[in-house]
């Protein structure tokens, strides 16, 4: 990120700024859905497209479908579930980190460095 004293970044350079945050989130859901699906799959003996299907609910603050049968799958659906709040706290942190950085550049910037078209 640029310091506020630097001109504001080119549309071309912030939209590849974008992309490059909104494909950590991407990859942040990958892997929390992948370790979501690996504990079903182990802790409760679920199939694979029945572990995709609880734990994409729980990463989508839906709920699960299924109600866990055994101890060890209550606690790691429980656990899930706090962890699938944070990841969705950091992901929406991600989205919007670089549209507001630019928002906050633009406010302290010179105004002869502000490009119209951005």
């Given amino acids: 990120m640029e310091h506020f004293r630097d001109s504001i970044l080119a549309p071309r350079k912030f939209y590849f700024r974008l992309a490059r945050f ?30 995709f299907l609880n734990a994409s609910m729980l990463l989508a603050a839906m709920g699960p479908v299924s109600e866990p049968r055994t101890d060890a799958g209550k606690i790691f659906a429980g656990c899930y579930a706090l962890y699938c709040g944070l990841v969705f706290l950091f992901t ?27």
């Fill in 22 to 51: 909104a494909s950590y989130a991407f990859l942040l859901g990958v892997v929390s859905l992948s370790i979501g699906m690996i504990g079903y799959c182990v802790l409760e003996g679920q199939s694979w497209p029945e572990a």
């Fill in 92 to 118: 929406v942190g991600l989205l919007v980190t670089p549209v507001a950085h630019r928002a906050l550049h633009i406010f302290h910037a010179d105004p002869d460095d502000i490009d119209p078209i951005s």
